[in-house]
């Protein structure tokens, strides 16, 4: 009668290293995905926002050009510009949509522009009359610049250009611009 040597052991080594390695693999490549699908999820939210702030800086300076029409029909001696408190020499300035004053909502940049703040609910630059505890900086800043077209009195070009930056991710830029035009006759075009 023979008996027959039954080998009861565990894995080898090497048979360990790979199932160790196997299940790394398996844990690690989607911790990778869901890390990067994360990040390109913060990416759009915030090229999303940077898209609504330029386009919310476009319609204050258009809700501006259009208040000076009824500052134009209530004055009886010398009309002022449509486009006289837009500032457009081509120099940075940024917009506050939250005022409705053209002369508290534009303010003037010395080289740059500050980033925006936030109340967790409005974007902006608090002033007066605002808390100013509740206000953080932003990653967001928001340039603009007007300029007159060539050739042409009645149109004035904004270009609004939002910068951030977020995480370890690159500066990203996003620029819109519209050309706005002297729709009425405020006089001043007139030689």
């Known amino acids: 009668m023979s008996i ?31 890390s990067k699908s994360l990040g390109s999820a913060y990416y759009a939210r915030d090229q999303i926002t940077a898209f609504y702030l330029a386009q919310e800086a476009i319609e204050a300076i258009r809700s501006i050009r259009d208040s000076q029409i009824l500052i134009i029909a209530g004055t009886s001696a010398g009309a002022p510009d449509i486009f006289g408190l837009i ?41 007066l009359g605002d808390d100013l505890g509740a206000w953080k900086p932003t990653y967001f800043t928001r340039t603009m610049h007007a300029y007159s077209v060539v050739g042409n009195p009645d149109e004035i070009r904004v270009t609004v250009t939002v910068t951030w930056q977020t995480g370890p991710i690159q500066k990203r830029s996003f620029t819109i611009s519209e050309n706005m035009y002297r729709w009425v006759d405020d006089g001043v075009g007139q030689q």
Request: hydrophobic share 40%.
């Open 87 to 127: 500032p457009h020499l081509n120099e940075p300035f940024t917009v506050d949509g939250r005022k409705g004053d053209a002369a508290t909502a534009i303010v003037r940049c010395d080289g740059t522009c500050p980033p925006l703040q936030t109340d967790l609910t409005l974007y902006g630059y608090p002033g």
């Open 4 to 34: 027959k040597k039954t080998r009861q052991g565990g894995f080898t080594l090497i048979e360990t290293l790979v199932a160790v390695m196997l299940l790394s693999i398996a844990v690690v490549a989607p911790m990778s995905l869901a």
